[in-house]
Every structure is written in C-alpha cells, then in structure tokens.
DNA sequence: TCTATGAGTTAGCAATGCCTAACTCTGGAG
DNA sequence: CTCCAGAGTTAGGCATTGCTAACTCATAGA
C-alpha cells in the first residue's frame, strides 16, 4: 500500500526570510564593499529596527552574512549566491509575464516580488529556455545567468550626465510603478538613445531630447534613471 | 516625498493554512453533505491529528467552516468559495505550465501546489485568458469558471464499471506522479474511449480495451481512474 | 573631553502552525 | 448497560517573524 499523503508539503522550510533579507542587502550594498546598517535594511524592508536587528543576527548564525553589531552586515559569498537566485527568478519572472501574458511594465514588480520565492529550479529553466535564456529584463536590469554570474554595470544616474553629453537609456528601478507609467506613456524604454540637453537649477527639470522630442524629466525620475555614457 | 520602501509586502497576511485546509476539505466532502473527520484531514494534509484539530477550530471562528467537537467538519459557503479559487488556480496553472512551458503531465501537480497560493487575481485571469477561459485542466479535472461555478460531476470509478461496458476516461488525481508516469506511457489520456473487457478476482487487475489494445490496469489505479459510463 | 542624539540592541509579547504527550468523548461489542 | 478502542481534544513546546518599549552604543558638536 503506498497511501501517499495527497497534499504533503516535503520540508517546506520557509527561507523566504533569509531570501527577502539577502537581496535587500546585495541591493544596498552596490558595488563597493561598505557594510550595510540595519536602519537601511529595515526601511528598504518595511520592518522596524528591532526586528531587521534580530533577523541580521540570526541570518549571521546562519552563515550568510558577516555582522559586526554596532557597525553593519556585509554577505558572504553564500548570502550573495542566495541574493543572486533570487534576482535570477525575479527578473527571469518579470520579463516572462510582460512578454508571454501581457502584463503591463507596471505591473509585473509586484507580482514577481511575491512568485520569486515560490518556483522550483525546474520551472525557472523552462521560463529562462522559453525566453531564450535572455539578459536582462523588462526594466533593463541585467539578469544573473545559470551560474549566477551578473555583468558588471558602469552606468551611472541620467541626473549625473552633463549638457551636451549623450547615453543610452539602460534601465529603472523597477518597484515604483507610477514613474514606470510615466514613462510608458512617453514610450520610453531601456535601449533608447537620449542627449542631455540642459537642467533647470534648484532641483528643477532635467531636459533631454530623445527620439527627436524634448522631455523635461523631474529631478527624482532623474536620480532612478540609468544611462550609459556614450563617448562622442 | 513619497518614498516607498522598496519592497514592502503590503499585507501578506499568509492565508495559506486556510487556503490548504479549505482544499483538503472540499475534495473529501464529495458531492455529499456528509461531514469530513479530523483524522480524515490530518491525513490528507500530512499533520498531526492535533494538529488539524486546532486548524479546524482557529478556520471555524473565521468563518469558513461549520464545527461539531467529536462530530466533524463542513465547509460554509465562504470556505467553499475559498476551496474553489485556490482550485481554480491549481488547475489553471496546471494546465498552463504543461501548455505553454512543456512541463510534463507527471510534475505539474507539485508546482501548482506551491504556486496555487501566491497568483494575484490579476495573473489568473491573464493565463485563463491565455489559455482560452478553458474548461479542464490536463488530468481532465474541470476548472472552475470566474464565478467559481463547477460542472457536475457523473464520473465513476474504473473499477466501478461492469463487464462489457464502455465509457470515457475523464480524469484521473493528478497527485500520484507515478500513475500519470504510467498512463503517459501507454498514451492513456483524458477523453480516451474504452471498454471494460473483465477482470481479475480477488482484487486483480482490470481488463480494459483502448483503441484496439488490451490494457491490464492494477486495482488500485483502476480505482483512482474516473470514466464517464457510455449508454448502449 | 563630555554629552546628547540617533543608530542599534535586547526583552517580552503575538500570531501562525506544527509537534508530542496525555487526556476525553463516542459508539459498537458483548 | 458497560466498557474499551479509536477518534478527537487540550496542554505545553518550538520555530518563524513581526511588533513595542526600553535599553545601550557611537560619534559629532560644543
């Protein structure tokens, strides 16, 4: 008799946690080697203080993070191959629902945000083979390949191109979803080409002319927008 | 300012033990009005008797379950509607992966299992729309509408029909991979006619015909496989 | 150097959901 | 009608992950 419990759950150990926490840091920990504070943790996360505190220390425990209490966290290389899974399955996640279901630019954060934590190893190959094992995303964001190696990124913030100066538009931030809209509805998507044209002072505008037509970009879109700095 | 913290989960209140508890309950009601056990719950779900018990009380002061202590449980129509949608998903998602990603028939079951609990409303309807609004998933098992609205069922049991009678093979579980393993094998699917030809005594194996080949099924596979009997 | 302020931590509690151990209830055999 | 076996429940834990309240640490300004 092989009576098989019909909707048994293996070992369902939740690491969502540990996976929400380890790409929370890679994310704020960028390029350099700075530690990351439990304050940046915590807001990035939407938790109190307290309890980023207590999850980084057990995180440590764990092995997949260094944490100097008083002066921050930094991954080991374990707590960043986690942090890259999960961005694999994010952006793999983000860009399969926008090009095979349709889903709005907008709207596809939110849902990968939640899905990232939920596919089999088996499920994300099939998405990455069905999108031709592509590398990057629908915000431009460069995906992690089968070994979780990431392409270095030298763009830099559009608010930091200077007049005159020309870029290629690479990507955005893809959680907030207004400034995502915003720039649908302007067609304005990873890949363009853009000239900074000039800058309103005090925080005001940035102009830039892009397909022929000038825009005048707020100063925050600025700031999220990345570009790479095309040499004249 | 309306900084967002980047990856807040607004209300993940983890509806998922209801979720699964709603499931097991509905599928062991059956189209009768009959109550299900504690233990008949606690099997199907791989816990502890204890363990459902405490469930089965916390999910009837929400609501979703009528309790007798000592006397079993029956769902409310909101824990039906609630066994329905995650239903609904299950074998949308199902369906979808074999589909459109090429996952085999024998692995979609444990996939969707996971991810039945974590597609917003809005990626439901986009893979129904995707696959045509359809009407059963691929072990054949009918899906509900949007309404949540579920075909009746007059299936029987294999085992249930006599010598000599013919019937449509309409679905089978989908949670014992190994079975559809088999049944792939022989390309025995869903909407396959056959006729019963005899059978083995003393729990032996059934005798079926399908398309002109003679198929000796075990008991036990023979009770799990649903056909739809044929008037002569 | 001293201290206030903000960053960080600890303590104690809550909700979910599972466990084992020990109890109680129900219903059928006698 | 009684009693017992098995079904069901309660009690007491543990792990996860969040919270508030109250504490400590680090450091920059005076």
């Known amino acids: 008799m092989t009576s098989i419990a019909h909707n048994a759950h293996p070992k369902r150990r939740t690491n969502e946690g540990a996976e929400n926490y380890a790409k929370a840091i890679y994310e704020l920990q960028g390029r350099g080697q700075e530690t990351v504070g439990t304050s940046a943790v915590a807001e990035r996360l939407g938790v109190t203080r307290a309890s980023a505190s207590g999850m980084l220390k057990r995180l440590a425990d764990e092995g997949l993070l260094e944490y100097a209490p008083y002066h921050g966290v930094r991954l ?26 349709g889903m709005p630019w907008d709207r ?3 849902e990968a945000e939640v899905l990232e934590h939920h596919i089999s190893e088996e499920l994300e190959e099939l998405i990455a083979a069905k999108l031709g094992q592509p590398a990057s995303d629908p915000h431009g964001d460069p995906i992690p390949d089968r070994d979780l190696a990431i392409g270095e990124d030298d763009s830099i913030a559009l608010d930091e191109l200077g007049a005159g100066e020309r870029g290629t538009f690479v990507r955005v931030s893809d959680s907030d979803a207004e400034m995502l809209r915003y720039l649908a509805d302007r067609e304005i998507q990873p890949g363009t080409f853009l000239e900074m ?3 309103e ?5 940035v102009l830039v002319e892009i397909g022929g037509r000038a825009h005048s970009l707020g100063s925050e879109l600025a700031r999220s927008m990345r570009v790479e700095r095309r040499q004249p």
């Open 197 to 199: 044209t000039g800058r």
């Open 76 to 101: 080991t290389p374990e707590g960043e191959q986690l942090a890259l899974e999960m961005i694999r399955h994010h952006r793999l996640i983000e860009l399969f629902l926008a090009e095979v279901l």
């Open 108 to 110: 596809v954060h939110a």
């Open 201 to 205: 002072p005090f925080g005001g505008p």
